[in-house]
């Protein structure tokens, strides 16, 4: 069974800066996709960036210039600098990885991370 393990949540000030971190128990290379989704309260989980085998990048409309997901093959881990953070960042960050889906499609993806709590003060 594949583990995905988030790190790097935490609180931070408007205009901030956050590195969250994914580790995966399997080689990252198997999976047709990983990324980000977050889930603020009370909203529906949304995809925020995702990688494919391939490294074709995809960032959601309200990230694109402000977060960079990368990946460390050697390491299995994906991860997701988050800058000029803003109040509405604040969610739920879950790590996901997909052996079916390069879109990252929620409905396929087979792994999940924990979670990881970003929290932004204005």
């Known amino acids: 069974q594949v583990q995905l393990v988030e790190s790097g949540g935490g609180l931070v000030q408007a205009g901030g800066s956050l590195r969250l971190s994914c580790a995966a128990s399997?080689?990252?290379?198997?999976?047709?996709?990983m990324g980000w989704y977050q889930q603020a309260p009370g909203k529906q989980r949304e995809l925020v960036a995702g990688?494919?085998?391939?490294?074709?990048?995809n960032y959601a409309d309200s990230v694109k210039g402000r977060f960079t997901i990368s990946r460390s093959i050697a390491k299995n881990t994906v991860f997701l600098q988050m800058n000029s953070l803003k109040p509405e960042d604040t969610a739920v960050y879950y790590c996901a990885a997909s052996d079916a889906s390069p879109e990252l499609a929620a409905s396929l993806v087979e792994y999940w991370g924990q979670g990881t709590l970003v929290t932004v003060s204005s």
């Open positions: 990688i494919t085998r391939g490294g074709i990048i």
């Open positions: 399997a080689t990252i290379f198997r999976f047709n996709a």
